[in-house]
């Protein structure tokens, strides 16, 4: 019920559509989601769970998953971030993939809704040291499309694989395309 819901909401009364899929079979991996202009973006990541009936989730500072909200951020696929005992960022999300037998994280490589010059790297990092594929997500507002692309597992040299990330996103625009990052 709630997936013919989410379907008719998105399909027919915001006009989008989702191109491309997700394998289920691919239980793992890092979902590269840009541009990331505005807060829309994330009932746009919400619909496109719904509706293709995967887990999607998203890491946060543990500190988010207390009462009152804790319960719905985990319903929502979010899983706290525990960082004690020297862990970094990277190192503490790959232990989250070794944990869960299903972990497709979301991330925003722009870290922020504001332009940027240059992708942080985190989310690759994370995929190469979990073992995981990426799978770049373009949310595109400018033809109003949810691009799902083709996964890449890191080969472990940033630069190249990076080039290859990036062509699933030429000529995509965000909500406010003026403070996404260019592709080129």
Known sequence: M?????????FKLMGWKIVGNIDADIKKCVMMALPHTSAHDFYLGIFTRGITGLEMNWVGKKELFRFPFGFYFKYM??????RTGGLNKVDSIAAIFKRKEIFRLAVAPEGTREKV????????????KANVPIIPVAFNFG????????????????EADMLILKKHYIGVKGKIPEKGYFFQ
């Open 2 to 10: 709630k997936k013919r819901f989410y379907k008719w909401i998105f």
């Open 77 to 82: 696929g979010g899983e706290p971030l525990d």
């Open 117 to 128: 010059g240059e992708l942080k790297t985190g989310f690759y990092y994370i995929a190469l």
């Open 143 to 158: 033809k109003k499309e949810v691009n799902l692309g083709n996964p890449l597992m890191p080969s472990g040299n940033l």
